[in-house]
């Protein structure tokens, strides 16, 4: 809820004005993908419609209807399990199972893959006892493979949303359904269930979003994704046209899936309540099975992975972890602190904002600045690349008759590098600042008033002091984020900027997963600090989790 | 006092200047090939020289659109790529400047350069057979086009389409054969595949040593990368020169090569750069460690690289190559090869 806009008539505008630059961000590099979108490529359409389109469509479209159903299966259950009841491991798996989240779904495919593939150490066991293979499936050409590391990666997003909705409504109405006479498997289906659909459809709504952005994992697996069209398009067929209209397209659906998102958003309704009491203490078999449940997705999620990376990179790191090494390290947690400072600064002011002018228009501009998150990295990539670019040229030219001979004055600087990576994640930062800039009331602001502090002071006093872990939150989530972030980086970065995510990406694609797994090993266990500290805040604050 | 200051300031920022310009000027690659082969050699170069080198990787098709889109405010001076279709390729998009050097015309044999002075092969690398030595027989191998027939039917491995090398191939049947017959030879190799098409050659040497399949077509600098670590490989895996009898055009040669970039800030340090890689004894390092052959016919090859022995290659046409990869990427396509 937004504050009543006391502002006169006149002012009306202000709200809108204040938030277009901040827009912009995300406006420009759409703008851009589009206008490049409408020259139009005749040779070209025709043999993606024919031969390219039909497939990768299908493909996408599977693995998104294939990735829906099996995160749903393992998120919703695994919440129920942590949030409404009681066996052995609860307490651990409650947090345990958010840890995936710090492992990008890029690792998990490598891992995956250098695990199970032909030549690897499981299949070349079961060979070694069997005699031969054949009856394990080849996860090189496998779409289950893919799903699954998928799922791993993602299904942390859909367990916290709907374990949130559990400890929130769960046993108000658990108990009101078994008051009127359901059994518990009836009230979990026909009341439970529906009551934190808003925040289930949420969670899918940012997985799905994920998959669709996703390029590094279906790299591994050498999947045809609209994606990987799009790359194909762009770097093969040296068409920017055609790549452009691919990513205009790509964006038009993720942008209904994030609209769908909001909806799912508007529809939750809180309810603080002590989700201590009345945990359904699990009896009997059911107590083991709920134990063994955590702990396969658990082994499968984090642990087994992040042994293999530790076996690997322990193999390795005699002769990888040099000074080089370090310079990659300090490049991705500089970028990350850099980017998240910029976001979270942004997510601010947007917030403060969209609180002091609650007219749809600035509503709107706010939407539409957080936008960024609905493109997938490639797309961003491209949006921003070319126009700075273009913006570079047009500043040389200026410049040139005063004798600058300064080569890339935005580009040269990692300015172009940090505007993609904001637009991208400003939309993370935004919500996290959002929903603490919400639970202050309107009494509060106004009580402020009444004592004779401006705005400012306001800001100063009252909402920067309550805001401090919502900022915080917000600040570890960008940071994370840009660490695992790859696309963006890959492309857009300028000589001397390679991170550990990009050096990821290098090695997988020389399918060397020995030497991969170190600098993943280094994302994951950076990222797991901010992670558990997340995990932490969410403990606290129940009902803004997400 | 103040004054005083300012002054220690201005000498101090002088002298720093100073001191910078009195550097040589850095120059910036682009390069595809990747760091871990590149860079010891251009470490090797910063030392000789001191002339700082600044290296961005990425893949060859990225580069060539990150230069077009980058246009006058590129930061690279030298491309380097490791197939000759982009080469081409970014030639005929004028991203690459004519260079006059008549050290690199001497040191590069006219068949691995560009007739417009804009690019330099700088190693040679083959596509060729390679197969299971406990399952294989060498006379049941011949050409390319062979491992379409039917009788190859779940044996063989092929790497994925997406990766330029697959591309020069089928560009270089295109330019044999003709498009609808390099598209039958594609079919039947797909037809043909035992698995998945690998993402790398390392993985599918590797697969067919394990026995998922029994022959599979390879850079040659993979097998000697894998026979520097485990001498013993080729018991399990043998190479075989395709396509060496009469009128079968030889295996398939690539390069890796580079060029100075249209609108390099540092023209001068570039050609120096190329003209320092292409020479004799620079070149016997830079292929010393990556198993390919020197394109400097001065250098020596080593000595794994030797063991495979002589044979027939097809003859380098980079505008065959080039000019048809487009071609074959949209044929690649129709046959449905990943």
């Not at chain 1, 005699?131 to 496998?142: A, H």
């Not at chain 1, 690997?312 to 002769?319: G, Q, T």
């Not at chain 1, 609650?358 to 690349?385: C, E, H, I, K, N």
């Not at chain 2, 046409?317 to 129709?334: C, F, P, T």
Request: charged residues 15%; contains cysteine.
């Amino acid at each position: 809820m937004s504050a009543v806009d006391h502002t006169a008539p006149a002012h009306r505008w202000r709200g809108f004005a204040f938030a277009l630059p901040i827009a912009l961000l995300t406006v420009v590099p759409l703008l851009a993908v589009v206008g490049m979108a409408l020259t139009p490529q005749p040779e070209i359409w025709q043999h993606l419609w024919n031969h390219v389109l039909p497939r990768v469509l299908g493909n996408t479209l599977l693995l998104m209807l294939i990735v829906s159903v099996v995160v749903l299966a393992v998120g919703v259950p695994l919440a129920w399990l942590t949030a409404m009841c009681d066996f052995p491991g609860r307490k651990f798996f409650a947090w345990a199972l958010v840890l995936p989240l710090a492992i990008p779904a890029y690792v998990l495919a490598f891992v995956q893959m250098g695990l199970f593939e032909y030549a690897g150490p499981v299949q070349s066991f079961v060979r070694d006892v069997f005699g031969n293979s054949r009856w394990v499936p080849d996860i090189r050409g496998s779409l289950w493979g893919l799903v699954m590391v998928l799922v791993m990666a993602f299904y942390p997003y859909v367990y916290l949303m709907a374990r949130s909705a559990f400890l929130t409504q769960g046993h108000r109405s658990m108990e009101a359904a078994q008051a009127l006479g359901y059994s518990p498997t009836a009230a979990f289906f026909k009341v439970a269930l529906p009551l934190a659909r808003p925040w289930i459809g949420a969670g899918l709504a940012l997985v799905l979003m994920e998959v669709l952005a996703d390029f590094g994992a279906i790299a591994v697996f050498n999947f045809d994704t609209f994606t990987t069209a799009l790359y194909k398009s762009w770097f093969d067929l040296h068409n920017i046209g055609a790549a452009a209209q691919l990513a205009a397209m790509l964006v038009l659906v993720v942008m209904l899936l994030l609209a769908a998102e909001q909806r799912s958003r508007s529809a939750q309704r809180f309810h603080v309540s002590n989700p201590q009491q009345h945990r359904v203490v699990l009896k009997g078999g059911s107590r083991w099975l709920a134990s063994a449940l955590c702990l396969l997705v658990f082994a499968a999620a984090f642990a087994v992975p992040m042994v293999q990376m530790v076996a690997w990179s322990l193999s390795v790191w005699r002769e990888d972890l040099n000074s080089d090494y370090w310079g990659y390290a300090w490049n991705t947690l500089s970028l990350a602190l850099m980017t998240a400072g910029i976001a979270t600064v942004l997510a601010l002011m947007l917030s403060w904002i969209r609180r002091r002018h609650g007219d749809g228009l600035t509503s709107w501009t706010v939407r539409l600045a957080v936008l960024g998150y609905a493109m997938p990295g490639v797309v961003l990539a491209v949006g921003v690349f070319v126009p700075i670019a273009w913006l570079d040229a047009w500043l040389m030219a200026l410049l040139e008759p005063w004798g600058v001979q300064t080569l890339g004055i935005i580009k040269g600087s990692l300015a172009g590098m940090l505007l993609a990576l904001a637009a991208r994640f400003l939309a993370v930062a935004y919500n996290a600042t959002d929903a603490a800039m919400q639970r202050i009331t309107r009494s509060q602001e106004e009580a402020c008033a009444s004592l004779g502090l401006g705005p400012w002071q306001t800001l100063r006093r009252l909402h920067l002091p309550l805001l401090r872990t919502g900022l915080l939150s917000a600040f570890l989530m960008v940071v994370v984020d840009v660490m695992k972030e790859m696309p963006i980086t890959l492309m857009m970065r300028q000589f001397g900027w390679d991170t550990l995510a990009v050096r990821v990406f290098q090695l997988t694609s020389e399918s060397m997963w020995q030497e991969a797994a170190l600098p993943a090993l280094a994302i994951v266990l950076v990222g797991l600090l901010p992670v558990i500290l997340l995990v932490l805040q969410t403990e606290k604050t129940p009902s803004s989790a997400g | 006092m103040k004054l005083w200051k300012t002054a220690l300031c201005v000498s101090l920022v002088g002298a720093a200047s100073l001191a910078q310009a009195a550097q040589p000027q850095a120059v910036t690659v682009y390069s595809s090939r990747i760091e871990a082969l590149l860079k010891p050699t251009l470490d090797e170069y910063t030392k000789q020289t001191g002339v700082k080198i600044n290296l961005l990787t990425d893949r060859g098709g990225s580069l060539s659109e990150r230069l077009a889109a980058e246009g006058a405010s590129s930061p690279a001076d030298v491309l380097i790529t490791v197939d000759v279709g982009n080469l081409w390729n970014a030639a005929e998009r004028g991203l690459l400047q004519k260079v006059d050097s008549p050290t690199l015309n001497a040191n590069v044999p006219a068949n691995f350069r560009d007739e417009g002075n804009r690019w330099w092969g700088l190693s040679q690398r083959e596509r060729t057979i390679f197969y299971s030595a406990d399952r294989i027989k060498p006379e049941q191998l011949s050409t390319y086009e062979d491992l379409a027939d039917p009788k190859w039917k779940g044996k063989l491995c092929l790497r994925t389409s997406k990766q330029a090398y697959t591309q020069s191939l089928v560009a270089m049947l295109i330019a044999k054969h003709g498009v609808e017959k390099a598209e039958a030879i594609t079919k039947g190799w797909v037809s043909n595949l035992a698995g998945d098409v690998f993402t790398n050659d390392a993985s599918l040497l590797k697969a067919i040593a394990a026995g998922q399949c029994d022959v599979g077509i390879s850079n040659t600098y993979y097998y000697g990368r894998i026979l520097a670590k485990e001498p013993e490989f080729n018991k399990t895996v043998k190479l075989f020169w395709a396509n060496q009898g009469a009128n079968q055009g030889g295996a398939h040669v690539n390069l890796s090569g580079a060029g100075v970039v249209k609108h390099a800030k540092n023209p001068e340090g570039a050609r120096k750069l190329l003209e320092w890689l292409s020479s004799e004894k620079v070149q016997t390092a830079y292929t010393h460690g990556t198993y390919e052959s020197p394109i400097n016919k001065k250098a020596e090859q080593d000595p794994i690289v030797k063991a495979w022995g002589k044979f027939i290659p097809s003859p380098l046409n980079a505008g065959d190559i080039g000019s048809h990869q487009a071609e074959a990427i949209k044929l690649l396509d129709r046959v449905g090869y990943r």
